[in-house]
T-cell receptor, first 114, second 113 residues
Framework: AQSVAQPEDQVNVAEGNPLTVKCTYSVSGNPYLFWYVQYPNRGLQFLLK??????LVKGSYGFEAEFNKSQTSFHLKKPSALVSDSALYFC????????????FGSGTRLLVRP | DVKVTQSSRYLVKRTGEKVFLECVQD?????MFWYRQDPGLGLRLIYF???????EKGDIPEGYSVSREKKERFSLILESASTNQTSMYLC????????????FGSGTRLTVV
């Protein structure tokens, strides 16, 4: 069965410091991996995705994510955090089967303090 | 940009009421999805639809049904609302096939009293 784990409920970081939000996955075959961000009382916004190719994927708002097949991880990173990055972040996976369902992690709240 | 519109941002309904949550997308997407979001549980799939008049159960379909009579509209129905259905409901759509991600609506926060 497909699954996604986000081991941290919350990540705290100071503005200007690098940030990492962790994600590990379990899926049969090669995965499609996604990161989404949710601001208060809003829907989810797409940040980036990994399908194939380069293990370092660049996305919106200066975020990037590194795909590591051996560790089955897809951690979200940013070199320098902004207060405005404070939000809820979701990792999601889809297996390369006929289903188009995305399986989401439980979410990680990022708090960037000034 | 694709737009996914959920008709209500906030709803308050009474226990036992029949509740309709509406979702409309404007970019001819084949696939549509309903999730509910609860703290600590992430997003859980209720129902999805590959195309018009098609529907498939997700992971937590109990107490819900759906309708997709037109391609652009996907309705979630709570047959008899209960307090444990108080949640944030998110609709999403995507183009069929390939590596397309989802486009989400802004969500409907439903409170059942």
């Amino acid at each position: 069965a497909q699954s996604v784990a986000q081991p941290e409920d919350q990540v705290n970081v100071a503005e200007g410091n690098p940030l990492t939000v962790k994600c590990t996955y379990s899926v049969s075959g090669n995965p499609y991996l996604f990161w989404y961000v949710q601001y208060p009382n809003r829907g989810l916004q797409f940040l980036l995705k990994y399908i194939t190719g380069d293990n370092l994927v660049k996305g919106s708002y200066g975020f990037e994510a590194e795909f590591n097949k051996s560790q089955t991880s897809f951690h979200l990173k940013k070199p320098s955090a902004l207060v405005s990055d404070s939000a809820l972040y979701f990792c999601a996976v889809r297996g390369m089967d006929s289903s188009y369902k995305l399986i989401f992690g439980s979410g990680t709240r990022l708090l960037v303090r000034p | 940009d694709v737009k996914v519109t959920q008709s209500s941002r906030y709803l308050v309904k009474r226990t036992g009421e029949k509740v309709f949550l509406e979702c409309v997308q404007d970019m001819d997407h084949e696939n549509m999805f309903w999730y509910r979001q609860d703290p600590g549980l992430g997003l859980r799939l209720i129902y999805f639809s590959y195309d018009v008049k098609m529907k498939e159960k997700g992971d937590i379909p109990e107490g819900y049904s759906v309708s997709r009579e037109k391609k652009e509209r996907f309705s979630l129905i709570l047959e008899s609302a209960s307090t444990n259905q108080t949640s944030m409901y998110l609709c999403a759509s995507r183009l069929s096939g390939g590596d397309y991600g989802y486009t989400f609506g802004s969500g409907t926060r439903l409170t059942v009293v």
